[in-house]
């Protein structure tokens, strides 16, 4: 859903209270319990984060944006479109992204710009119930003093398209993050085997080898990105659903979750 104040519209979370905490109190003290003991010797500039209930994936996710640099002040979201399927990419009309740790502002003068580009479409039906990139938000509104967002969904485009879209504006206090699981419902010996296999592939940096994971067109955007930029990627961590939470799932039907940094 979306509202508006006096200072813009405003969309509201659609996922707080089931992938994670609606009491801010208790979110804020979610968050700071996973990302304290992070090292930050290193500040990936690209990155890739699950986007799961924080009960399996949060665990994951805290040790990869937990690694942002203080200093960044843009956040590029980029994942997939969970609802409703569509041609290019939708970004926002909103001001603001609201969580129960507060409004987080859009960079609205990016999203401008975008907008100028025949791939870059609005689509409210996409943007309003989907979790993927809202579940990034209180990790970095806790790790972040100040900062926007460039909320992107990705449709039915190709990802050279996008990275030849996105890298002119990338500034060196820019981090993009690709919202992404990875296998899904496999038999836990099984996703760990496609698992790899993807992890291995984004080991490589050839960006047209296997993946199996829904964020799939953002990862390899993230990849041909990390080529422009001189990056190489660090896996940071992979675990499963059944390795998080066995009590709320199976081994017979696992979903895999990568923290992976560019630096």
Not at 19 to 38: A, G, M, P, Q, W
Not at 63 to 73: R, T
Not at 214 to 242: F, Q, V
């Amino acid at each position: 859903m979306e509202h508006t104040r006096d200072n813009g519209k405003i969309r509201k979370p659609a996922v707080a209270g089931s992938f994670y905490s609606s009491d801010n109190i208790t979110l804020s003290s979610d968050i700071k319990r996973v990302t304290e003991h992070v090292i930050h010797n290193e500040h990936p500039r690209l990155m890739i984060s699950p986007h799961a209930g924080y009960i399996f994936s949060g665990n994951i996710a805290a040790k990869i944006l937990g690694m942002i640099s203080p200093a960044a002040s843009t956040v590029f979201l980029i994942g997939p479109s969970h609802h409703v399927w569509f041609e290019g990419l939708a970004v926002s009309d909103m001001q603001f992204y609201a969580t129960p740790l507060g409004d987080v502002p859009v960079a609205t003068d990016i999203i401008y710009n975008l907008k100028k580009n025949k791939l870059v479409t609005v689509n409210i039906q996409a943007e309003l119930p989907e979790h993927c990139l809202e579940v990034q938000l209180p990790f970095l509104q806790t790790i972040l003093p100040s900062f926007s967002i460039v909320p992107i969904l990705t449709g039915n485009c190709a990802p050279t398209d996008i990275a030849n879209l996105l890298f002119p504006l990338l500034t060196d206090n820019t981090v993009v993050i690709a919202s992404s699981d990875f296998s899904h419902y496999h038999p836990y010996q099984q996703a760990l085997d496609i698992d790899n296999k993807s992890l291995q592939t984004i080991i490589s940096g050839n960006y047209t080898g296997f993946l199996d994971a829904c964020g799939e067109t953002a990862i390899r955007c993230i990849m041909l990105l990390a080529n422009k930029l001189a990056l190489k990627p660090k896996i940071i961590d992979y675990k499963n659903s059944y390795d998080t939470a066995p009590e709320y799932c199976s081994d017979r039907e696992v979903v895999g979750y990568a923290a992976v940094g560019y630096f």
